[in-house]
């Protein structure tokens, strides 16, 4: 299996399963594209991953993507560069411990889980059409499966991290599961990996009023336990569904599925293929990411 001439683009990929999906695919020859926001660490990533795969065809682009306008920035500096994308990878994810706004006024963890991946695949289609059987792969994440609860998508009503954080990611679900259905027939398929659980900067720092309030009073045993339960080796698997998805001959034409963490063909939570909650968050997301005409 080989990806020798493909280009790759990675959101989050300067650390945690974005950086081990970035080096699994750097293996295979690709020219990986690391997106992250901080520039030094971006830098230091490609570094090491052009060290340890012997690839040296590792490029970084820094962008918050949690900003509409740097969306936009990326999308036209990837175009620029790379003219073309095989492989988008939405995998760039967001917990908080209290809600916040970001600039366009959107609830941040909504804004970088759902809004991100809608609009910065929006952006790259161009690019992304320009090449035969493009794949866009969307990593959902925590536990999405219970309800999507439509008046609670910003988390206006209430606010528990990572409570919210799961429901993001069945909304992330439910928009690809529409995304996915409009792009049938355009050569560019759309799948999402579950990764698994793993033990990441995202959540190593969460304070304990991130977790529910029943979880609280072990939050610091669960500190002591996740670094060896889901260390670097939970991490290195964890990016294998996506590798998967990106990469496997097998996976060619496969569209609107979604796997596990194993790889394997999953059914869609039912809150997903609940229509109702499909149509009123693409809605919404067309509307927050001012991008709302339809996808062609």
């Known amino acids: 299996m080989t990806l020798n001439g493909k280009t790759v683009l990675v959101t989050?990929?300067?650390?945690?399963i974005g950086k081990e999906t970035a080096r699994g695919l750097a293996r295979l020859g690709a020219r990986v594209v690391l997106v992250g926001r901080d520039p030094g660490r971006a830098a230091a990533a490609a570094v090491e991953l052009q060290r340890d795969t012997g690839n040296g065809t590792v490029d970084t682009l820094t962008a918050d993507l949690t900003r509409r306008r740097d969306l936009h920035r990326l999308a036209d500096q990837v175009t620029a560069r790379y003219g073309s994308v095989d492989v988008l990878i939405n995998n760039v994810g967001v917990t908080r411990e209290r809600r916040e706004l970001t600039e366009d006024g959107i609830e941040t963890a909504f804004a970088a889980n759902v809004i991100a991946p809608y609009l910065l695949t929006h952006l790259l289609l161009p690019a992304l059409k320009r090449v035969p059987a493009a794949r866009v792969i969307n990593i959902t994440g925590g536990i999405p499966r219970g309800r999507i609860d439509l008046g609670n998508l910003q988390g206006e009503k209430s606010y528990v991290g990572l409570s919210f954080y799961n429901q993001t990611k069945l909304a992330l679900m439910a928009m690809s599961y529409t995304f996915a259905e409009r792009l049938t027939g355009t050569g560019v398929t759309l799948n999402v990996a579950y990764p698994g659980h793993a033990y990441?900067?995202?959540?190593?720092?969460?304070?304990?009023?991130?977790y529910p309030t029943l979880a609280r009073p072990v939050v610091p045993l669960l500190r002591l336990a996740l670094p060896v339960l889901y260390g670097h080796r939970a991490v290195v698997k964890a990016s294998k569904s996506s590798i998967y998805l990106a990469s496997s001959p097998q996976v060619q034409g496969m569209h609107r599925t979604y796997v596990n963490s194993r790889s394997q063909r999953t059914p869609w939570p039912a809150a997903v293929l609940d229509k109702h909650n499909r149509d009123s968050i693409w809605a919404l997301c067309g509307k927050l990411a001012g991008q709302a005409e339809p996808v062609a």
């Not at 990441?200 to 991130?210: E, F, H, K, Y």
Request: net charge neutral; glycine share 32%.
């Open 12 to 16: 989050g990929g300067t650390g945690g």
């Open 200 to 210: 990441t900067s995202m959540n190593q720092g969460l304070t304990s009023n991130t």
